[in-house]
């Protein structure tokens, strides 16, 4: 799978928007963006996922650049339950690498009160 | 939504005995499964890959002697650790491809080895 690369920090403050970017210059016609969210002590948890057109979901919205070397996770509405590390995947449906989440290190999201 | 149940949460087992770690599918059927390895502040890393009713896949690395899977049936996947030392001590996820859901994980699994 192809690398993404994401700030290892951000921070927010409660019931602000969240735009947490993710750069993926190498990225190829086939691969999916993915994102995944860890709390502390639990399995990742799905967020969202999109190939080219901007997707939204009860959680979050996903706006993926026109040349899909970038893409941005907006939470619309911060709390402090989304303060979690954001992981960013690329994952090829077509390769022959099928089923493999390849997790980089994440954006540790913290929410102030 | 999908979900894939793991157990135990977490344990605490003696160097050299072995620990078994389940993964079921709960409301669908799993045909492949992945588990991953967590330590402390660290990323997840993929250890292998379970296939229904076939040999699993392991990562480079990775001791399949030591770490036994198993996927006998469609909703259940289990991860062995056997001989267990101090340096197994982790963190251990297991994952399934649920479609329109994407992956889902475990809740994870804690182990310890004293």
């Known amino acids: 799978d192809a690398k993404t690369t994401q700030p290892n920090s951000m921070e927010s403050n409660e019931e602000e928007p969240v735009h947490l970017p993710c750069n993926h210059s190498?990225?190829?016609?086939?691969?999916?963006i993915h994102w995944y969210r860890q709390l502390p002590s639990q399995g990742p948890e799905y967020v969202i996922h999109?190939?080219?057109s901007n997707v939204n979901n009860r959680m979050a919205s996903l706006a993926i650049a026109e040349d899909r070397k970038s893409s941005t996770l907006i939470l619309h509405r911060a709390t402090l339950r989304d303060a979690a590390v954001y992981y960013c995947?690329?994952?090829?449906?077509?390769?022959?690498?099928?089923?493999?989440?390849?997790f980089g290190q994440g954006t540790i999201l913290t929410v102030h009160p | 939504g999908a979900v894939v149940s793991q157990h135990p949460s977490r344990v605490i087992c003696k160097s050299g005995t072995s620990v078994k770690i389940e993964c079921r599918s709960l409301?669908?059927?799993?045909?492949?499964m992945f588990w991953y390895r967590q330590f402390p502040k660290k990323s997840l890393m993929l250890m292998a890959t379970?296939?229904?009713?076939?040999?699993?896949?392991?990562e480079q690395g990775v001791e399949k002697d030591k770490f036994l899977i198993n996927h006998a049936s469609l909703t259940l996947s289990t991860l062995t650790v056997t001989s267990a030392h101090p340096e197994d001590s982790s963190f251990y996820i297991c994952?399934?491809?649920?479609?329109?859901?994407?992956?889902?994980f475990g809740s994870g699994t804690r182990l310890t080895v004293v």
């Open positions: 994952s399934a491809w649920t479609g329109v859901y994407g992956y889902t």
């Open positions: 190498t990225i190829s016609g086939t691969d999916y």
């Open positions: 999109g190939l080219t």
């Open positions: 995947i690329l994952h090829d449906a077509g390769g022959t690498s099928y089923g493999k989440l390849t």
């Open positions: 409301d669908f059927q799993a045909t492949t």
């Open positions: 379970s296939n229904e009713g076939s040999k699993a896949t392991y």
